[in-house]
C-alpha cells in the first residue's frame, strides 16, 4: 500500500505542555515602555514609580452637606448655634467658625478654620439663620484630612503595577494625564488555507468560512493586545512569503492553518528567509501541532505563533501558549490562570499519552465541572458552552465520574 506523506516522516518526538510554555516564555521579548495618555492605559503594565505630587485631598473638606462646627459645642443636643455663612464644594469659606456657630457647607467643600466636626443636615432642623442641632455629634465626624488618600511625595504606584480602573483614578488624582507603561503589542492575525473565505464572499463548493481569524483577533484583544486583522493567506510559498513580509511591521504574529507534520513545508522555506521557525508536536489534545518562532527586523524580534487550523484547537492553543506569551511581552509577571480542583459529574475518556483540556462547565459552589458536550477539535461550541478547561493530565485513559479533576478558570484573570 503506498503510504502518504505524512505517514512517511518518521514520528516527531512530542514535547509537553508545560516545556513548550517555558520555550515560549523564554523566547518572547518585554516590549519597550512607551508614554501614553492615561486613558489608554488600562490593563497595561506601568513602567514608572509614581509619586504623589500633592496631598490628596489637597485640604481638608467635609464628607457630607451639613453644618461645619466646633465639636465641643455638639457633643450634647438639642443645641443652638448661629449660622454665620455658608461654603460649597469648588468655594472658599470666607470667616473662621467660632464657639457657638456653624457654617452651612456641602460635600467636598473646604473645612472653614475653627471647625473641626461636619454636623449632617438630617442631625438640624436645616434653618439658615439659627440652626438646632437635634442629634449629638462626635467631635471629628464628616470631615476628611488633606492627605488622608495619598501623601504629597509618597510612592503611591509602582514599577510594574498593572493599571485597574483604581490605578487609573490614582493616577488621574496625582495629574498624570500621560504615563509610562509597557507597550501595548500589536498583533497580526493572519488565516491559511485554499478553502477558507471571508464573511462577506459567497461560500463555494468545498469552502468554509474564515472563523480563526476573528477568534483569534478577539482572543488578542482579550489578552489586553491590538490585533491587526490581516488576510487570509493561500497555502503557497509567494503568499506566505508577501504575508510575512507585511506581518513582520507587527510586535507579534499570529498565523493558524498550515502547521500539521506533512503541510507546513511553505512555513518553514520561507520563515528561514526572514527568521528562525520550529515545529512542534505537543503532547496534549486538542491542538498538537504548533509553530513558533521569530522574525528579525533589525533590533526588533518579532515572535510568530503558528496555530492549527481547527477551531477549537486554534483558541485553545492561542490560550495556552500566546495568551501567556503576550502577557509577558507586555511585562506581567503573573501569566497563569487561576486553578482549582472539582469533582467530575460524567466519566471522561482520553488518549492516556495526552494531556487533555476538555472543555467545561464549572460550577464553584457546588465544587462540580462536567462537559461541554462533543469535544472534537472542530467542534467550536465546545469553547462556547465552557466557562473552564478540564486538565487532564498525562497516564489515565480514563476519568470516572466523581474523580477530582483540575480545572483552569479561564474567566477568571491572571493574578498571584
Ligand atoms: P490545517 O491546520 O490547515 O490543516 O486545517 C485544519 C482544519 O481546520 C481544516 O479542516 C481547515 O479547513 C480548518 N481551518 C483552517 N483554517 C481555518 C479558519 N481560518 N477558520 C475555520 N476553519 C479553519
Ligand atoms: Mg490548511
Not at 189 to 203: K, N, Q, R, Y
Not at 217 to 237: F, K, L, T, Y
Amino acid at each position: 500500500m503506498p503510504k502518504s506523506a505524512t505517514a512517511a516522516k518518521p514520528a516527531q518526538r512530542l514535547m509537553s505542555a508545560d516545556d513548550a510554555l517555558a520555550r515560549v516564555l523564554g523566547g518572547v521579548p518585554t516590549l519597550p515602555a512607551v508614554e501614553t495618555p492615561l486613558l489608554d492605559a488600562l490593563g497595561l503594565v506601568l513602567a514608572e514609580d509614581i509619586a504623589a505630587d500633592r496631598d490628596v485631598p489637597p485640604f481638608r473638606n467635609s464628607a457630607m452637606d451639613g453644618y461645619a462646627v466646633r465639636g465641643d459645642d455638639v457633643a450634647s443636643a438639642p443645641v443652638e448655634l448661629r449660622v454665620v455663612g455658608e461654603v460649597a464644594a469648588g468655594g472658599f469659606p470666607d470667616r473662621t467658625v467660632g464657639p457657638g456657630e456653624a457654617m452651612r457647607i456641602m460635600t467636598g467643600a473646604p473645612m472653614p478654620e475653627g471647625a473641626d466636626t461636619v454636623v449632617r443636615v438630617e442631625d438640624t432642623d436645616n434653618a439658615s439663620d439659627l440652626v438646632t442641632i437635634t442629634a449629638a455629634t462626635p467631635k471629628g465626624m464628616a470631615t476628611r484630612q488633606a492627605g488622608e488618600d495619598l501623601r504629597k511625595g509618597e510612592t503611591i504606584l509602582t514599577n510594574g503595577t498593572v493599571l485597574r480602573p483604581a490605578e487609573i483614578g490614582l493616577l488621574a488624582s496625582v495629574g498624570r494625564a500621560r504615563v509610562r507603561v509597557r507597550k501595548r503589542p500589536r498583533v497580526a492575525v493572519f488565516s491559511t488555507g485554499d478553502e477558507i473565505v471571508d464573511l462577506d464572499a459567497p461560500l463555494g463548493r468545498g469552502q468554509i468560512r474564515d472563523s480563526n481569524r476573528y477568534t483569534l483577533a478577539s482572543a488578542v484583544r482579550a489578552a489586553g493586545a491590538e490585533p491587526w486583522v490581516r488576510g487570509i493567506v493561500r497555502d503557497s510559498p509567494e503568499a506566505l512569503r508577501a504575508a510575512l513580509r507585511e506581518g513582520i511591521a507587527a510586535d507579534a504574529i499570529v498565523t493558524s492553518g498550515g502547521v500539521s507534520v506533512g503541510d507546513h513545508d511553505h512555513l518553514k522555506p520561507v520563515l528561514s528567509e526572514l527568521g528562525t521557525i520550529d515545529f512542534w508536536a505537543i503532547a496534549i489534545r486538542p491542538g498538537r501541532p504548533l509553530a513558533f518562532g521569530e522574525l528579525k527586523d533589525g533590533d526588533r524580534r518579532v515572535p510568530i505563533f503558528g496555530l492549527p487550523g481547527n477551531t477549537v484547537s486554534a483558541l485553545l492553543t492561542f490560550e495556552i501558549f500566546v495568551r501567556p506569551a503576550l502577557l509577558r511581552m507586555q511585562g506581567r509577571a503573573h501569566v497563569a490562570r487561576p486553578r482549582a480542583k472539582a469533582r467530575l459529574l460524567e466519566p471522561a475518556d482520553k488518549v492516556a499519552s495526552l494531556r487533555v483540556f476538555a472543555r467545561g462547565v464549572h460550577d464553584p459552589d457546588a465544587g462540580t465541572v462536567r462537559l461541554t458536550g462533543p469535544q472534537g477539535s472542530g467542534i467550536l461550541r465546545s469553547m462556547s458552552l465552557a466557562n473552564c478547561l478540564i486538565d487532564l493530565p498525562v497516564g489515565p485513559s480514563r476519568f470516572e465520574a466523581g474523580e477530582t479533576v483540575d480545572v483552569i478558570l479561564t474567566e477568571q484573570p491572571e493574578a498571584p
